[in-house]
C-alpha cells in the first residue's frame, strides 16, 4: 500500500521549470539524431555503385542477360516482365498475371527464374524509330520525383548519347539527363538521372 502512495505521489508533484527544459533538450537531441541517421540513409541510398561493380555483376551473369534478351526479342506481345508483378504486353497497358494476358506461365517463371538468378526485378523493351533497346534495371535510388536509375541494355543501335565514364558523369554538376556507357559488343549501361 505505501508504494502505490508514493507513486501517486510522485505523479502529482508539480513539475520545476528545469525537469521541463531537461526533457525538452533530450527530446530534441533524440530527435535530431534520428533525422540525421535517416538523412545519411537516404543519402548514401541516393549514391550509385561504381561502374566497374555493375559490370562486373553483368560479367559474372552475362550468360542470363543474354538469355533474357533473346526471349524478349522472341516474344514480340512482351514489353516487359515484372518478377512480382506478372507480364506487360502491347496489349495490357499494365502488368497482368501471365494466365490473365494469354502468356504460358512456363515461359513466365523461366523470365522470373532468370531475374532471381541475376538479382534483379524487371526486364523490360521499348522500340522507337526502328529501333529496339532491351534494359535490365541494375540499381535504382531515390524518392518521388527525385529518382535515378541505372540500367544494363542491349541496343540493336549504337546510342547517340554516349559518356565515356558513369563515375565521371555523375560528378558533373551539367550532366545531361539519359546517357549510355558502352560495355562491350552491343551491351550498355544507361544513367536515367
Known sequence: ??????????WRRPLKGKTILKAGIGAFVVLAA???TVGTLI???????KESKVIGDFQVHRAAYERLRDMILADQQVKAVYAGSGV?????????EPSEVNFSVGRY???VALL???GKGVVFKTEEKQSKLICVIAWGGGWAADTRAIWLCWADREPANQ???????YHDPKRPRNVFRHIDGSW?????W
Open 88 to 96: 506487360e504486353t502491347t496489349s495490357s497497358g499494365l502488368p497482368h
Open 116 to 118: 532471381k538468378e541475376i
Open 34 to 36: 534520428v533525422l540525421c
Open 109 to 111: 517463371d523461366e523470365y
Open 163 to 169: 559518356v565515356p565514364s558513369l563515375d565521371a558523369y
Open 188 to 192: 550498355y549501361l544507361n544513367a536515367d
Open 43 to 49: 543519402f548514401f541510398s541516393m549514391m550509385p555503385p
Open 1 to 10: 500500500m505505501m508504494g502505490e502512495e508514493q507513486a501517486v505521489g510522485f
